[in-house]
């Protein structure tokens, strides 16, 4: 396992929204360094023991790992010009952090991965997107706005602050806001199918599974793929 080399999946699904109205969206299942416990493998690459026999955050290597996150999903952006509008999400701040005891650790977690979604927001919008954040509050999503007032203050003066105005909050999956054809950023363990555990996994991205069709097509891409059928 090395930081930068997660997969990333986009897989067109119908979405059934709150409403009962179905839109044909995309959802983005990034992986995120899973640091919930020490026996996950994530943690011998993201972290080392202080003197203090805590669990300090290798700050190099998480990044790294947003980082792959990020040119991931602009690629995809680039190879599909079609695709407008795309969500972002606080994938990898929640409960993936849980195991870290030390509170430091947690808080530099979360500084990295909310300035790379805020790098990913202004990278999207240079290329014409449409960019809003998805979650049932705005907690990490004024940690992303914080990274882009900053960016404002150090590039004032110079006519493109447009990119890096603070992102909307759209609101929480399923809600009325999806557009068709939207782009939603998830939360994916890449040791289970996108979904998780449906109805019975209070995460984005059980909250994704359970309100589409993303899971079944991730299964029958798998089943293909091991028989050696092209699933892409």
Same mark, same amino acid.
């Given at each position: 396992?090395?930081?930068?080399?997660?997969?990333?999946? &986009?897989?067109?699904?119908?979405? %059934?929204?709150?409403?009962?109205?179905?839109?044909?969206? @995309?959802?983005?299942?990034?992986?995120? $360094?899973?640091?919930?416990?020490?026996?996950?493998?994530?943690f011998s690459v993201y972290t080392h023991k202080t003197a203090e026999r805590k669990f300090a955050l290798n700050k190099e290597n998480y990044?790294?790992?947003?980082?792959?996150?990020?040119?991931?999903?602009?690629?995809?952006?680039?190879?599909?010009?079609?695709? @407008?509008?795309?969500?972002?999400?606080?994938?990898?701040?929640?409960?993936?952090?849980?195991?870290?005891?030390?509170?430091?650790?947690?808080?530099?977690?979360?500084?990295?991965? @909310?300035?790379?979604? &805020?790098?990913?927001?202004?990278?999207?919008?240079?290329?014409?997107?449409?960019?809003?954040?998805?979650?049932?509050?705005?907690?990490?999503? %004024?940690?992303?706005?914080?990274?882009?007032?900053?960016?404002r203050e150090k590039n004032t003066g110079s006519g493109n602050t447009e990119v890096l105005k603070d992102l909307d909050l759209a609101g929480?999956?399923?809600?009325?806001?999806?557009?068709?054809?939207?782009?939603?950023?998830?939360?994916?363990?890449?040791?289970?199918?996108?979904?998780? %555990?449906? &109805?019975?996994? $209070?995460?984005?991205?059980?909250?994704?599974?359970?309100?589409?069709?993303?899971?079944?097509?991730? &299964?029958?891409?798998?089943?293909?793929?091991?028989?050696?059928?092209?699933?892409?």
């Open positions: 396992m090395r930081p930068g080399n997660q997969l990333g999946l &986009a897989i067109d699904t119908p979405m %059934k929204l709150a409403s009962g109205d179905i839109v044909d969206v @995309t959802i983005f299942s990034a992986v995120a $360094p899973a640091l919930d416990s020490v026996d996950q493998p994530d990044a790294k790992s947003f980082d792959a996150i990020k040119e991931q999903m602009l690629v995809y952006a680039r190879d599909h010009p079609e695709k @407008t509008e795309f969500s972002l999400a606080g994938i990898g701040v929640g409960a993936y952090l849980s195991g870290l005891r030390n509170e430091e650790a947690r808080n530099e977690a979360r500084e990295i991965a @909310t300035s790379k979604l &805020a790098e990913l927001a202004v990278e999207l919008r240079k290329l014409g997107r449409s960019v809003n954040f998805t979650d049932i509050n705005d907690a990490v999503l %004024k940690l992303v706005n914080k990274h882009l007032s900053d960016m929480s999956i399923p809600g009325g806001w999806i557009k068709p054809n939207q782009v939603i950023l998830n939360a994916w363990d890449n040791h289970s199918l996108v979904g998780n %555990k449906l &109805a019975q996994d $209070p995460s984005l991205d059980g909250y994704i599974g359970r309100n589409s069709l993303v899971h079944l097509v991730h &299964a029958l891409a798998c089943a293909m793929e091991a028989e050696g059928i092209s699933a892409r």
